[in-house]
């Protein structure tokens, strides 16, 4: 009864909204593609670019691009100026998602960086980069390394968001105890209680992760 009224809230909430052109060509390009879409919910998209603009963040780093989707609605929380930096393991995962932002008319707004992201991580730290907003939305079991390099990167009052803190149930399912379903419980205890972070955990969609780190 729970699952299908959260289920019905989240279908009346957006049925209240117009189709986004981009967005539906980026679900379009992956459809085409042959590569399941598992990019942000809607509604979490929107929210995205509403932090992006209220927070006035310029230097954004996002941790998976898939196609694109969550990518356009971090630029479009940039305004005139900012930069988003993306990070995704695969070479063709980045190219769509390059295509889609050029499409949407930000593609002098983001730069790829293609491989694994910790490694990529590491690398924006030797470069001294810091950033103000983060996105955590890549494989589960590194959740937790990527929080801790969002932290290390992270400008004073950064924002850190990361999706899929429910795994669809699975972290508050006991008889779930997979690597990356514990790893992901670990994510959501350290964004809750790490004291460095002041955060918000909201449960609809398949649940996202904000906080601000202290500074």
């Known amino acids: 009864m729970e699952e299908r009224y959260f289920k019905q809230v989240d279908r009346y909430v957006e049925s209240l909204y117009e189709p986004d052109p981009d967005l539906r060509n980026v679900q379009k390009s992956l459809e085409a593609a042959g590569i399941a879409d598992i990019s942000v919910a809607p509604g979490y998209g929107r929210l995205l670019t509403l932090l992006v603009r209220l927070s006035g963040a310029k230097r954004l780093l996002e941790i998976g691009a898939l196609g694109g989707y969550s990518g356009i609605c971090l630029a479009r929380g ?44 590491e690398q924006l730290e030797q470069e001294g ?13 590194n959740y937790v390394n990527y929080l801790d390099m969002a932290i290390r990167l992270a400008a004073p009052g950064a924002l850190i968001v990361g999706d899929n803190a429910l795994m669809h149930g699975k972290t508050i399912d ?42």
């Open 78 to 121: 940039l305004g005139g100026e900012g930069k988003l930096v993306s990070l995704e393991l695969k070479k063709e995962l980045a190219d769509l998602a390059r295509a889609n932002l050029e499409a949407a008319g930000f593609g002098d707004r983001v730069e790829y960086r293609i491989g694994e992201a910790l490694a990529s991580l």
């Open 129 to 141: 980069a810091t950033f103000d907003f983060f996105f955590i939305d890549a494989d589960k079991g």
């Open 174 to 215: 006991p008889q779930h105890n997979s690597p990356s379903v514990r790893t992901m419980r670990e994510f959501n205890k350290r964004m809750a209680t790490d004291p460095r972070l002041e955060s918000a955990i909201l449960p609809a969609y398949d649940g996202l992760c904000i906080a601000r780190v202290k500074g």
